[in-house]
């Protein structure tokens, strides 16, 4: 990837919590991690924290409902000072496909958060269809282009070849890298459409393109041939992975190299730190990372990553026993 140069600031809907609301998340949060059975993936755990977090601080519902009815020119929420204590963090897992089974503090943190704003979903065929998954650097994954590398991430819509892609992405923070200086990179087809001439919007809202899935599916087929914007051509809907997004003739490979120049143009870093929770509006906004230097000595980057779907029906045919997990 090459250099990105920042935009100013974003304008993201941020809510940073006061101390008090922390401490009640926290409390909340607490409840959680002792409702039996302790396990993030159990459907009765589910249930209890979709019923939590309409307890949490009203100042965050209502932000929480203003960013689903609207995500913003960038698509982003991020949500600050949430109750991550630092000092009773385990060791950073440094395995591969690493997933939070136990029902932590955080991990109830990144699944309320994603359950008020919709359904929680996972894939079978993605980290075994855990809820809240390791984003963590693994040794001898470094220039992997997955969550587990370390060198750049090149921007990518979340599972873009997969027909019910995410809506939302969450991505809360439990430690930065050593440096403090590793960033999620974000951009918006909101921001990018202007520096798009006409006809070549018009390229990308054509079916020119196909879309493999990312290393981190066992298994799954490449799109049929689709477009890059669809809907409204003046506030179009993005499916793109820089990567994994092929043209199918050269005026799409030109139009694709065009619309990457344009997100990079309109790219923010933004580097979350611990107790900060960013969430992605997947149709809009697309996002990847900065490079850092992972040292897995236990104190490496360490995020919680979860799913999140608006409506449940769309998606019932793949969801056996009308769970979270679409096979
Ligand atoms: O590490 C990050 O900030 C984002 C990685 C990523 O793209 C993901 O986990 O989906
Ligand atoms: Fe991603």
Known sequence: MTDVTLAPTTSALTLTLTDVERAEFGRLAGLLADT???????????????????????????TIRRYRHDSGVDGL???????????????TPTVPESVERAATVPAGIAAMMALHIGEILAYREEKTGALVQN??????????????GST????????????????????LCLRNDHSGTAGTLVSSIRRALRLVPDQVRDVL???????????????????????VLDGDPADPNVRVDFTATQPLD????????????AFIEVASSLVLQSGEMAFVDNRIAIHG????????????????????????????????????VLS
Do not use: M
């Open 289 to 324: 990372r900065s490079a850092f230097t992972p040292r897995y000595d236990g104190h490496d980057r360490w995020l919680h990553r979860t799913f999140v779907h608006l409506d449940n029906r769309r998606t019932r045919a793949h969801r056996p026993n009308n769970g979270h």
């Open 36 to 62: 039996a059975p302790g396990l993030v993936d159990d459907p009765a755990w589910v249930d209890a924290a979709r019923l939590l977090s309409c307890q949490l601080p009203v100042r965050l519902r209502e």
């Open 152 to 171: 750049p991430l090149e921007l990518h819509v979340e599972n873009a070849f997969h027909p019910h892609r995410p809506d939302f992405v969450g991505l």
């Open 250 to 261: 050269d005026e799409g490979k030109l139009a694709l190299d065009q619309l990457r120049d």
């Open 205 to 227: 809202l054509q079916p020119r393109f196909v879309t493999e899935p990312p290393p981190s599916f066992a298994a799954g087929d490449a799109t049929p041939v689709h477009a």
């Open 77 to 91: 929420l991020i949500v600050n000072n949430l109750p991550v204590d630092v000092a009773a963090l385990p060791a």
């Open 135 to 148: 984003v963590v650097p693994v040794p001898g994954r470094e220039e992997s282009q997955s969550n587990a």
